[in-house]
T-cell receptor, first 111, second 115 residues
Framework: RKEVEQDPGPFNVPEGATVAFNCTYS??????FFWYRQDCRKEPKLLMS???SGNEDGRFTAQLNRASQYISLLIRDSKLSDSATYLC????????????FGSGTRLSIRP | DTEVTQTPKHLVMGMTNKKSLKCEQH?????MYWYKQKAKKPPELMFV???????INESVPSRFSPECPNSSLLNLHLHALQPEDSALYLC??????????????FGEGSRLTVL
């Protein structure tokens, strides 16, 4: 089983729609969680950290459920510029901290 | 613009060549990383340096040899590579290793083609 799993998509939604992605992680030693965004042929960039209490940044809301070991990202009022691959990232603190990327979910927003 | 600089941006090499990828950051970060990314796949961790010491090697073949000359520089020496090693090599840095170190700053990557 992969340490971090995501639905690969692609998600193809109209502009203005709300879209949600989930990510599950297998290692209960995972301690911190993040969503990254990667545009085609570009480097990944941090979108937001995910806190236990849930957090919001504009149109983006991230949630963490430690009991079920999943993380979610909700995008409201989607824009064309939101088209990208969204990567779930987990910092697993076992013998040494390892930052593991999920396989990514591709999102395409259509006009 | 990214604050992590990688050179070269593109590299084509033969299987018998020796080349190096370079990475530089001036944000005072003390953890630096090499990731390998194939098309339509997520970045895969290769090496982690913390305070200039190698702390993680993800069972990477010895034809990849990392080096951290100082806290701002990270090199990846390449020798006798195989065509399947062709990929985007991403360097990243973070302020420190530990619980909060998931905030990685990536360079734009070096796109390597092995013929």
């Amino acid at each position: 089983r992969k340490e971090v799993e995501q639905d690969p998509g692609p998600f193809n939604v109209p502009e203005g729609a709300t879209v949600a992605f989930n990510c599950t992680y297998s290692n209960s030693a995972s301690q911190s969680f993040f969503w990254y965004r990667q545009d085609c042929r570009k480097e990944p960039k941090l979108l937001m950290s995910v806190y236990s209490s849930g957090n919001e940044d504009g149109r983006f809301t991230a949630q963490l459920n430690r009991a079920s070991q999943y993380i979610s990202l909700l995008i409201r009022d989607s824009k064309l510029s939101d088209s990208a691959t969204y990567l779930c990232v987990v910092n697993v603190r076992s013998s040494a901290s390892k930052i593991i990327f999920g396989s990514g979910t591709r999102l395409s927003i259509r006009p | 613009d990214t604050e992590v600089t990688q050179t070269p941006k593109h590299l084509v090499m033969g299987m018998t060549n020796k080349k190096s990828l370079k990475c530089e950051q001036h944000m005072g970060h003390r953890a630096m990383y090499w990731y390998k990314q194939k098309a339509k796949k997520p970045p895969e961790l290769m090496f982690v340096y913390s305070y200039e010491k190698l702390s993680i090697n993800e069972s990477v073949p010895s034809r990849f040899s990392p080096e951290c000359p100082n806290s701002s520089l990270l090199n990846l020496h390449l020798h006798a590579l195989q065509p399947e090693d062709s990929a985007l090599y991403l360097c990243a840095s973070s302020q420190r290793r530990g619980v909060e170190s998931g905030e990685l700053f990536f360079g734009e990557g070096s796109r390597l083609t092995v013929l």
